[in-house]
């Protein structure tokens, strides 16, 4: 079968690579994205797929997508939900929407060589060293490694970050220059925070899909399959990735600490005010699609919260052999806590842990917010030199921390007017960045097998 591809769904691409800031709005549908073309249910052009049929499963412009590449690109969204489990017709769906998402990564890569700007073969490989250290912490060989033993390939994570790349440049060129901001949009937008000190702010995380009144009802119930994952431990950046249509897709749906002004929407502002650290909440349905938050943490605007104190620590602990009893650990627990009790100070701390067999370890510029939540007020609690309580596990061993210096957190002034310039530039890129994958889509050609 051969299509002409007129889909209207921006279907989760990503809009730069490694180089966007986190802290973006939401992206709101500031107009309708149809053209004038007659809108179709986009899950109607894709048609079903057997997991196992290794034979080409799309042509993109007589460009090739395997049964391989959709496979291993896949392999590499479940090794992001470990432990989730996925039914056969959520995989179905999965594999539908990861399909979408390569043919749109073609077209971009397609794109960017008509135009004169194709990505290198040595610009993908220097992306993927810096994503092996900075995301695995691995050297590129043992990336190469890491991605097989998961069933995938080094060539699938490339063929992602070149895609990414691609479209950088594509927007670089033809969206970016168009896209003005005034001063007195900044200006206003700098009172209303300035008005807002003293209020709550919010580092949320954001997955958007868009609709049209065609696909509105499938989208939604798409959205409501992707929140049931996510309850189930699934992964909100690895999501946030793949199915997200909101710029900020590229850093796994991560917002920043945001005011609730910039998410300039008021249902959206409404969710988000009465979430607590750690909630998920969603589909939640706004003008042109739907929303999925997630929010990490909360505090108060331009004022200093003890979160953001910066901790110099002492890290004392004990490991227990391999295989001993559950008792003879717990008393080793308990005799170990008491002799760090007795540690006079963080001076003496490494000579007097040593004397009762512990290891220890200087741990300096550790923010609070760092550490473990349990852990976080019983650091903010503690006075220079004193210990925590003893944590740990038969496994890992048992540890205290010793509290030797704190620095005192400072009020955040908030977002300067160039930062806030910034943001409202890519909330309008990301607007029109929707139009413009549109287009590519409307033009290509796409023939399912």
Known sequence: MVYSVRRILVTGCTVAALSLVAAQPLLAQDEEVTGGVEAADEDSFIPQMDPDNRRASAKVNGEII?????????????????????SNEEMQRLRQQVMRNLIDETLEIQEAAAQDMAVTKQEVDQYYQQYAVQQF???PEQLDEHLRSLNSSPASLKRQIEGELALDRLLQRNVRPFVNVSADEVNELYQRLQAAKGTPEYKLAEIYLSSTPATHQAVGENAKRIVDQLRQGGSFPAYARQFSEASTAVVGGDLGWIRLEQLQNPTLESV??????????GPVEIPGGFS?????????????????????????SLEFPKGIAEEEAQARATAFAQAAQRISSCATADTEGAAIGAQVVTNDNIPVRALPEALQQTMLQLSIG???????????????????????????????????????????VG???????????????VEYN
């Open 137 to 139: 912490h691995r050297t």
């Open 431 to 445: 607007k029109r960045t929707q139009r413009y994958l549109r287009d590519l889509r409307r033009d290509a050609v």
């Open 66 to 86: 395997t049964g391989t590449d959709l496979d291993q690109r896949v392999a590499l969204i479940i090794a992001a939900n470990e432990g989730v489990e996925i």
């Open 386 to 428: 004193q210990i925590t309580p003893p944590f740990g596990s038969l496994e890992e061993g048992v540890r205290v921390l010793m509290l030797c210096g704190r620095e005192a957190p400072s009020g955040d002034s908030g977002p300067n007017y160039d930062q806030l310039m910034a943001q409202l530039e890519d909330d309008r």
């Open 272 to 281: 988000a005010r009465s979430m607590k650290p750690g909630q998920l909440v």
């Open 292 to 316: 999925i938050l997630y929010l990490q943490d909360s505090r108060q605007v331009g004022m200093a919260d003890p979160r953001d104190a910066v901790l110099n620590l002492k890290q004392i």
